[in-house]
């Protein structure tokens, strides 16, 4: 499957001549702009930006309701609910509920479409599960949008064709995505400008080589407005076969300057869709409030939101050059840090955990890089604080909800972040209650009943006497706890259980327990008998011998005390599943 999520516009970080050769010399006397990008910016002169009317910068609505004539639109991705996709999950993409509200929300911020990250339909490819979700939210999109007034157009995504074997079948995929795209083309909603359907291309350099462009107009069977990401006047052939560029989010120079929020890069975009090359093409500016590409993959690429600055000043060049149309980017890719569903002044908190009861946990809260912020906390405890960084210790295990509040002269905003608090004594606790046995892959055994305190694991392979279910995965500080606790109740006759931890650093199974037939507590130094100091990720195998045969499991534990207390169960009391 294709893993485009993760690595989605990652162009975003490299400046446009770079991804499409060097500048002609006859434009800026033919210096090399991505050898000296911040001389080349710099021939832009730095005019100052307009004063926009009055604009709360948590407002959406203002900015683009004071450009009436203007058609606005937000790049807008659909893959959240996907599997896939590696960011929390804010909402399910295919939701019609969620998209009537993102549409209703749009409208109230003068937003007249989206333009919708899109990858294909289901093709016989491995990406076909994310193409078929991707497609559905698209295809509700459209519909709804129909009744209301609000545009929709494609942005194909070129990361799609990463998936194909060879590079030769790139075109061929591109026309065969665009002609299934084509039944979107006729709805009423679809954006239509110089009378034809608009379909936008975010293109990836190593990808982009390998399209022939000129073969997707003459083969696709309807006359489209294509519009790319830049233009480059030293690939006049290649230019030539769009219909217009759209500026997208990105610094003026590759380093990523602190307080670039890239202004000279939207001076160079402006500027050359007014030479005499672009006279006749489209040009759609670009506004966004930020970018923060760390959360997607941690290359240091952050564009502050200069609490909510960056969002103004966009749009103030958006406004002193007037562009065809103004597309914002983005209204949800939340992985890069781009988005503005939710505000563009926002605050976010979070934590180290997870941590050890009666240890320190630090907190830590951001109001959109405003400086005059002050930060108050709720722990979660019954316990106050204040500051943007803090550390606070809890004094039993447990899942918290911290809540800061973080204010300024014009915004009050709260963000909240679960802490988890290990028990300084259990790591790890397994007390077969329902929704813990779906913790566990039942390989070839099944678990076949649960109680509070016990549950009945049965052999279910029908090719051998043996079955096996493993665990979840644990990530375990050996150091702090070592001790692995097992328990029986009863083992039916003739039939035996085995104890197998699987590192899953080195994919190495080792036998703890082997063969057991008597019911009992035993304990299994993790630290002596495998040798492991430090944090170890493994999983916890149960073997169970004896065709059909069964054993019922007590809970299971790893912690610090070496103590075994008889009878069958511990007498000590097991906590809530701690950490997993």
Not at 46 to 52: Q, R, W
Not at 309 to 331: E, K
Not at 430 to 445: D, R, S, V, Y
Request: with cysteine; hydrophobic share 40%.
């Amino acid at each position: 499957m294709v893993n485009q999520h993760i690595s989605h516009k990652s162009k975003s970080g490299i400046l446009l001549p770079v991804s499409l050769g060097l500048l002609s010399v006859l434009w800026l006397f033919g210096i090399l702009m991505w050898i000296f990008p911040a001389a080349i910016f710099a021939q832009i002169a730095p005019a100052s930006l307009p004063v926009l009317p009055t604009i709360s910068v948590n407002n959406l609505a203002n900015p683009a309701c004071a450009m009436p004539d203007q058609l606005v639109l937000a790049e807008y991705q659909v893959w959240h609910g996907l599997p896939s996709h590696k960011e929390p999950q804010p909402y399910i993409s295919t939701d019609p509920s969620v998209i009537a509200r993102h549409i209703q929300a749009a409208q109230a911020q003068c937003i007249g479409g989206f333009v919708v990250d899109w990858y294909g339909p289901p093709a016989g490819l491995p990406s076909d599960a994310d193409r078929n979700f991707e497609d559905q939210a698209t295809r509700e999109l459209i519909r709804q949008s129909d009744s209301k007034n609000f545009k929709v157009a494609l942005m194909y995504d070129e990361g799609t064709l990463r998936i194909l074997p060879t590079t030769d079948n790139y075109t061929a995929q591109v026309i065969s995505d665009l002609r299934y795209a084509s039944q979107y083309f006729a709805m009423p909603s679809y954006l239509q400008l110089n009378q034809h359907p608009v379909v936008f291309i975010f293109p990836y350099e190593e990808l982009d080589a390998h399209i022939d462009w000129r073969q997707v107009r003459q083969q696709l069977g309807i006359t489209i407005t294509l519009i790319e990401k830049d233009p480059n006047p030293s690939t006049v052939e290649h230019d030539a076969l769009f219909d217009g560029f759209y500026s997208w989010v990105q610094a003026s120079t590759p380093e990523w300057q602190i307080g670039d929020w890239g202004e000279r890069y939207l001076r160079w975009f402006y500027t050359t869709m007014t030479t005499p090359a672009y006279a006749n093409k489209l040009t759609i500016g670009g506004v966004w409030p930020g970018f923060n590409h760390n959360r997607a993959s941690p290359e240091g690429r952050y564009m502050a939101r200069r609490c909510g600055q960056t969002w103004l000043d966009t749009w103030a060049l958006a406004h002193t050059y007037a562009p065809s149309l103004v597309m914002i980017s983005t209204w949800n890719d939340f992985s890069e840090g781009t988005d503005i569903e939710n505000g563009i002044i926002k605050s976010e908190a979070g934590n180290n955990s997870p941590t050890i009861a009666g240890e320190p946990t630090l907190l830590s809260a951001t109001l959109s890089d405003c400086m005059d912020a002050a930060y108050t906390w709720d722990f979660g405890d019954g316990t106050l604080g204040s500051g943007a960084d803090v550390t606070h210790t809890y004094a039993a295990a447990g899942l918290y909800t911290a809540t800061v509040t973080a204010a300024n002269s014009t915004t009050t905003l709260t963000a909240t972040t679960m802490v988890q608090i290990k028990s300084n004594t259990v790591a790890w606790q397994e007390n077969f209650e329902p929704f813990a046995l779906a913790m566990w892959q039942q390989i070839t055994a099944k678990w076949v009943d649960a109680s509070d305190l016990s549950a009945e694991l049965c052999e279910d392979n029908p090719n051998d006497i043996s079955g096996k279910v493993e665990s979840e995965k644990l990530t375990i500080d050996i150091d702090r706890y070592s001790m692995l606790y097992i328990g029986t109740q009863a083992i039916d006759p003739e039939a035996r259980y085995t104890i197998q931890i699987l590192d899953k650093t080195t994919g190495i199974a080792t036998d703890l327990l082997s063969n057991i037939t008597k019911p009992g507590l035993r304990n299994i130094n993790l630290a002596k008998q495998l040798k492991w100091t430090g944090t170890q990720s493994f999983t916890i195998n149960i073997w169970i011998i004896g065709e059909g045969k069964c054993a019922v499991f007590t809970p299971m534990s790893i912690e610090k005390s070496e103590i075994i207390t008889e009878p069958f169960l511990p007498t000590k009391v097991f906590l809530p599943m701690i950490a997993r």
